[in-house]
């Protein structure tokens, strides 16, 4: 196993969130006393013409931590324009990376151009869901990560994707809390809705049920005339 002093690896903080994904305190602890008492087991991933950290953002804050010298390290030969899809990748891989996490991840694959829809559906995604991720990771990006996965997937559902990218910039210009940029979105789209909008939705359940279950078009016409009259 080769080993390199901690302090010939360059370690780039922007990067974080395209390798490890952050520990819960209880996680960091224990991978903390482990080094502790084992010293670094798995090797840090570094790129071999640089000495860049690709991969162990956990692992060498805690060498740093515990005053170590050097760590354990496997030198990956890839150019500058390979990084960025490689450290995607390894998250992709991690078991502790929530769903919420990986479909950014996806997301951000896509828009750069790293992954199609359909290698993200050979992920477990349908094509819908990867385009949506797409929607959503753009957002979250445009707000400087200032918006959650959760709340950018709420914002581009009420204000659609260029709504929702302009609202994002001014998250990150004005530092508008996102909860209130949210809620004032969808008091807006409320206020603005038109009837057939209202009812679109519900309607277009109605009509899938209709054409998935041809059985009970007579009854659903039924269901629905004495619904009608009914008003």
Avoid at 35 to 44: A, E, G
Avoid at 80 to 98: G, H, K, P
């Amino acid at each position: 196993m080769k080993y390199l002093e901690i302090s010939e690896i360059v370690v780039k903080p922007k990067d974080n969130h395209l390798s490890d994904v952050p520990l819960s305190d209880a996680e960091l602890n224990e991978l903390t006393e482990d080094i502790r008492k084992n010293d670094i087991t798995v090797p840090l991933l570094i790129q071999k013409k640089t000495n860049k950290l690709l991969d162990g953002y956990n692992r060498i804050a805690i060498a740093k931590k515990l005053k170590l010298d050097e760590v354990p390290v496997e030198y990956k030969n890839i150019s500058d324009d390979e990084i960025e899809q490689f450290q995607y990748v390894l998250q992709l891989s991690r078991r502790n990376l929530d769903p919420a996490k990986r479909k950014l991840i996806v997301g951000r694959l896509i828009n750069a151009k790293k992954m199609t829809v359909q290698q993200a559906t050979k992920l477990g995604m349908k094509s819908g869901q990867a385009k949506f991720a797409a929607k959503v990771a753009e957002i979250v990006d445009e707000s400087d990560e200032k918006l959650s996965v959760k709340d950018a997937q709420k914002l581009v559902k009420v204000k659609g994707r260029k709504g929702a990218k302009e609202e994002a910039k001014k998250i990150k210009d004005s530092g508008k809390a996102p909860k209130q940029v949210i809620k004032e979105a969808i008091k807006e789209k409320k206020t603005k809705m038109t009837a057939h909008q209202v009812m679109e939705k519900p309607m277009q359940q109605f009509e899938n049920a209709f054409d998935e279950y041809p059985q009970f078009q007579s009854e659903f016409k039924k269901i629905l005339k004495s619904f009608l009259d009914n008003l």
